[in-house]
């Protein structure tokens, strides 16, 4: 079975930045696609950024320029940096990851990480 663990969230001042990290742990599939995606109190989840495995990335309007979204293939893990932190930021921050295990496919997610960007 396969785990994704975050990493990284917590308070910071806007302005600010943090660093999330999220491992797929387990044996036997292979890691395709992985992004990261926030909900804010209220509000649906939102895609934030993605990135295939070839290192293609996609970004929401809101965090272009700011987030930077990598990977690193050899530990399974997809880094989520963020600059320039807005209060409006402020959500719990999911990573999923699309995996395959043979011709069996499915998409995993973390357990959300709480980005808090208050003064």
Known sequence: QVQL????GGLVQPGGSLRLSCAASGSGFSVHAMGW????PG????????????????????VKGRF?????????TVYLQMNSL??????????????????V?????GQGTQVTVSS
């Open 86 to 103: 807005k209060p409006e930021d402020t959500a719990v921050y999911y990573c999923n990851a699309d995996l395959s295990h043979g011709i």
């Open 105 to 109: 496919w499915n998409r995993s997610w």
């Open 37 to 40: 995606y926030r909900q804010a």
């Open 68 to 76: 930077t979204i990598s990977r690193d293939n050899a530990k399974n």
């Open 43 to 62: 509000k649906q989840r939102e895609l934030v950024a993605t990135i295939t495995s070839g290192g293609n990335t996609n970004y929401a309007d809101s």
């Open 5 to 8: 663990v975050e990493s990284g």
